[in-house]
Nanobody, 118 residues
Framework: QVQLVESGGGLVQPGGSLRLSCAASGIIFRLYDMGWYRQAPGKQRELVATVTSGGVTNYSDSVKGRFTISRENAKNMVYLQTNSLKPEDTAVYYC????????????WGQGTQVTVSS
């Protein structure tokens, strides 16, 4: 059974930081591309950042330079360091695992709430 469990969300003031974590189980973690997505109220889910199985990272323009995605294969963990947070970063953040070999494998966590407010 595949599980992705996010943690680290919370309430933070503008300009603050949070480190989101995602613990994966039930998959061969090192083979999967991992990503963070977010969904704000009334909006569609959007990509925040991804890191491939080979360690290549990609960021949305809205977070580039402020957020950093990283993975620790030995611990089956992926992280999102969020700095210089803005109110528009407020959303539920979801962890995603993807692999496309013969068929598509696509798994999601339950999400963690990030609220940026003074």
């Amino acid at each position: 059974q595949v599980q992705l469990v996010e943690s680290g969300g919370g309430l933070v003031q503008p300009g603050g930081s949070l480190r989101l974590s995602c613990a994966a189980s039930g998959i061969i973690f090192r083979l999967y591309d991992m990503g963070w997505y977010r969904q704000a109220p009334g909006k569609q889910r959007e990509l925040v950042a991804t890191v491939t199985s080979g360690g290549v990272t990609n960021y949305s323009d809205s977070v580039k330079g402020r957020f950093t995605i990283s993975r620790e294969n030995a611990k089956n963990m992926v992280y999102l360091q969020t700095n210089s947070l803005k109110p528009e970063d407020t959303a539920v953040y979801y962890c995603n695992a993807q692999r496309n070999v013969i068929r598509a494998y696509d798994y999601w966590g339950q999400g963690t709430q990030v609220t940026v407010s003074s």
